[in-house]
């Protein structure tokens, strides 16, 4: 190959690369904008949901380890929390060893509507994937899933759900799954 070719290689493949990185951002970008837009008429936001979402797999976490498992600032939590505990989908509860420390639980409430919520958020799947083959979902969660591994291992004491390895080593794994 000549020394032109393989620049132009370079070249392509870091348009690649960006594209790729663009296409992620941007894909992300109108995803949490439509659903938003989705979830409206429920009277709730996506940020809510995600909160009512991760509460469903640990219910009664401290208010803190929420707010760094979602990655969130924790006084943006609290006003997150502030407006579900208004609204009747979780309570706080002041810790038993620690007075400081508050954990969050959802209530009945929350649980009932939680079976609404991830039936709307079916639908919207359904409606995003419209025309992917299953093949195509499958390649495209397997090289996410890597991608997520991949910087993971970059952030230490960064963390996944358990439920995310399982998935991924069901449809092939990522990577460290194969």
Do not use: C
Not at 19 to 35: E, M, P, W
């Amino acid at each position: 190959m000549s020394r032109r070719a393989d620049v132009r290689r370079q070249d392509r493949t870091l348009h690649e690369e960006l594209r790729f990185g663009y296409l992620i951002h941007d894909v992300s970008r109108l995803r949490r904008t439509l659903f938003d837009r989705w979830l409206s008429p429920l009277g709730i936001t996506r940020s809510q949901w995600w909160v009512l979402a991760f509460l469903s797999r640990r219910d009664g976490m401290p208010q803190s380890e929420l707010a760094g498992e979602l990655d969130v600032g924790k006084v943006a939590l609290g006003a997150l929390v502030d407006r579900l505990e208004s609204a009747g989908f979780v309570r706080r509860e002041t810790s038993t060893i620690d007075r400081r420390v508050k954990h969050i639980y959802l209530t009945p409430k929350a649980r009932d509507w939680l079976d609404e919520l991830r039936e709307r958020s079916r639908e919207f799947n359904r409606l995003v994937l419209d025309g992917i083959s299953e093949q195509s979902i499958a390649a495209a969660i397997r090289t996410l899933g890597t991608i997520k591994e991949n910087l993971l291992t970059e952030l230490p004491g960064a963390t996944t759900f358990p439920e995310d390895a399982g998935a991924l080593k069901r449809i092939g794994g990522g990577a460290r799954h194969k």
